[in-house]
Structure formats: C-alpha cells, structure tokens
C-alpha cells in the first residue's frame, strides 16, 4: 500500500513568494494531520482535519498560512507571502477511523532565500 | 491537557550496549503513549505503542518499552544497539481526537 505522499519533496524559494505544499493521505484514513519540524521548535502540529473539517487550526503561526482539504485524498498548506523563517520541513500524517496512530509522509524541506 | 518530557537531547551508547531513552508524560485523561523513529531525511515511524493491558510493550527493531502509571513514564529499551539504531527517537502521548502531543527528541549515537 502506498504510505502518506508528499510533494514537492524540496522547494526552495524566494522571500515574498507563494508556496503551495501538497499532501495525499493514506487511502481510508479519516484524519490529516500538518506538522513544522525545525531545530530550535521541534515539532510543532500546525492544524488537523477530520472527515475533511478543520478542527484545531491554533498552531497556525499567522494569517500568511492557510490549509485546506477539499477532499478525503487531498490537502495544500500554503504559505502567502513567504519569508526565511518559514524555512523548515513540513510534515503531513494521516490517521485510520477510531485510531490514534499516526502514519506521516517523507516531509517537504523548505527553504525560502 | 497532556506534555512529554524526553531527558537528554542526545544519548550515545557503544555498538551492543544497553539503550535507555527516557519519557515522562503528563496527561489529564489515561494516556495512549508512543515512540516514534525518524531517520535522516524521512519521516517519522511509529516503533511501539500503548494503549491498554500489558505495560510492556514490544514493538519493531527490538524495541521495548513499559508504561509505569506511578512514575509517568514510558522509558524505551534495546539489550543491544546497533549502528542501524542511530536516528531520533520521539515519545509521544494521545490527547483526543486522534492528536499527539511530541517530547521535543532524543537523538541516538551509536559507535562501533
């Protein structure tokens, strides 16, 4: 079966841009997860959906990120404008009705210049 | 409200020696506890959980950890380290519709 995906893989971009990440959840899996990974914060859950609803969106750091899941195999996570601190790697993870483990994809590592 | 608190940042142990990653958690409602591996440059990788029964929970690689309810904690184990072992390693407690709640990580060391 194929796991959580994630694209792109790496993005590099310029301060001020537009950056759109996209997440493909797990077949079947009801709830969708969007993490930050970075040295100095760790990882931090930005927002979660379940049955495609947002539900906890309080780890969105500002009005520049926004997230939407209009379908049960897809989600985007952007970030308008971008800047530098925005550079980290973003992780999707999904999870089966009534369970509480979490299957994350390979990560987008973004770097904005 | 649940947190996890992950000792040591890092830990480096010899090739075949003990592994002890320690976790103490807090939570408000009888936890789901877990440990989570990340290689370098992947994502993370449920190793073992523990939801309920049995406190000592064996999961992949040899990995095991047991749930002490009078301690809060969920300390991970492995007799022997290999240098295949060497990754971060987070703990993890449930909070509630499916969220987790991470400990900050522990990267392991692992030297021949």
């Known amino acids: 079966d194929a796991g959580v995906i994630q694209s792109p893989r790496h993005e590099v971009t310029e301060m001020g841009q537009e950056v759109t990440l996209r997440c493909k959840p797990i077949?079947?899996?009801?709830?969708l997860f969007w993490y930050r990974q970075t040295m100095m914060r760790g990882l931090e859950l930005l927002i979660y959906?379940?049955?495609?609803?947002?539900?906890?969106d309080s780890g969105m750091p500002e009005d520049r990120f926004s997230a939407k899941m209009p379908n049960a195999s897809f989600s985007t996570l952007k970030i308008q404008p971008s800047e530098p601190r925005d550079s980290a790697v973003y992780f999707c993870?999904?999870?089966?009705?009534?369970?509480?483990?979490?299957?994350f994809g390979p990560g987008t590592r973004l770097t904005v210049l | 409200a649940q947190s996890v608190t992950q000792l040591g940042s890092h830990v480096s142990v010899s090739e075949g020696a003990l592994v002890l990653l320690r976790c103490n958690y807090s939570?408000?409602?009888?936890?789901?506890l877990f440990w989570y591996v990340q290689y370098p440059n992947q994502g993370l990788q449920l190793l073992l959980k523990?939801?309920?029964?049995?406190?000592l929970v064996k999961g992949i690689n040899g990995f095991e950890a047991e749930f002490k309810k009078s301690e809060t904690s969920f300390h991970l184990t492995k007799p022997s380290a290999h240098m295949s072992d060497a990754a971060e390693y987070f703990c993890?407690?449930?909070?509630?519709?499916?969220?987790?709640?991470f400990g900050k990580g522990t990267m392991l060391l692992v030297s021949p």
């Open positions: 993890a407690v449930s909070g509630g519709y499916s969220t987790l709640t």
């Open positions: 523990y939801t309920t029964g049995a406190t």
């Open positions: 077949s079947g899996h009801n709830s």
């Open positions: 959906f379940n049955n495609n609803v947002p539900i906890d």
């Open positions: 939570s408000s409602v009888p936890p789901y």
């Open positions: 993870a999904s999870t089966p009705p009534e369970q509480d483990t979490q299957y």
